[in-house]
């Protein structure tokens, strides 16, 4: 099973600020099938980034993925109000599918 | 627009059993791969199981293997889970998920309390 090792555990940043989301897994993701979810409280997550680095329909230009193999990185290039939630990864490279535990991203 | 609908939550006793269903609307149905995640209260996202299109390969996570089952009916568009043997760590919202490179498309989740 791969695990997905996301860090920080909580980003406290201000509006404006660009965040870094870090998503590490303990073996290489089979064709860098990673994908980026973020959830608000209450309700349920939704896709931002899958393929590593392909944003979702619909998905603002200041979301944007990188990274191959076994790093994998999120980034917010400039946090609007609505950003701040929680954000994880998922890789579906390989059986069983796995997430990481998130990352919180709070207001500062 | 993809729609996905999950029914069937509630409270459960210990040992006791529920299926869960969810219905999915605006896309061709039998041609996605569909998962079952929960997230336990205050807690992160948890992959369960996935079902091809066809039904033809399945996967579990090791938590729920040989106690839920998820299966499928196309004609019906709707997506099941049965859950047996539930535990108290099996309380969360349960979601099913559309699959395509990642689950692309979330149900609004239903609730399943295991409690005596």
């Known amino acids: 099973e791969i695990v997905l090792t996301q860090s920080p555990g909580t980003l406290s940043l201000s509006p404006g600020d660009r965040a870094t989301l870090s998503c590490r897994a303990s073996q290489s993701v089979s064709n860098n099938y990673l994908a980026w979810h973020q959830q608000k409280p209450g309700q349920a997550p939704r896709l931002l980034i899958n393929?590593?680095?392909r944003r979702a329909t619909g998905i603002p230009d200041r979301f944007s993925g990188s990274g191959s193999g076994t790093d994998f990185t999120l980034t917010i290039s400039r946090l609007e109000p609505e950003d701040f939630a929680v954000y994880y990864c998922q890789q579906y490279g390989s059986s069983p599918w796995t997430f990481g535990q998130g990352t919180k991203v709070e207001v500062k | 627009q993809v729609q996905l609908v999950e029914s069937g939550g509630g409270l459960v006793k210990p040992g006791g059993s529920l299926r869960l269903s969810c219905a999915g609307s605006g896309f061709t149905f039998s041609d996605y791969y569909m998962s079952w995640v929960r997230q336990a209260p205050g807690k992160g996202l948890e992959w369960l199981a996935y079902?091809?299109?066809?039904?033809?390969?399945?996967y579990y996570a090791d938590s729920v293997k040989g106690r839920f089952t998820i299966s499928r009916d196309n004609a019906k568009n709707s997506l099941y889970l049965q859950m047996n043997s539930l535990r108290a760590e099996d309380t969360a919202v349960y979601y099913c998920?559309?699959?395509?490179?990642?689950?692309?498309?979330w149900g609004q989740g239903t609730l399943v309390t295991v409690s005596s």
């Open positions: 998920t559309r699959d395509n490179y990642g689950s692309d498309h």
């Open positions: 393929g590593a680095s």
């Open positions: 079902i091809t299109g066809g039904s033809d390969k399945i």
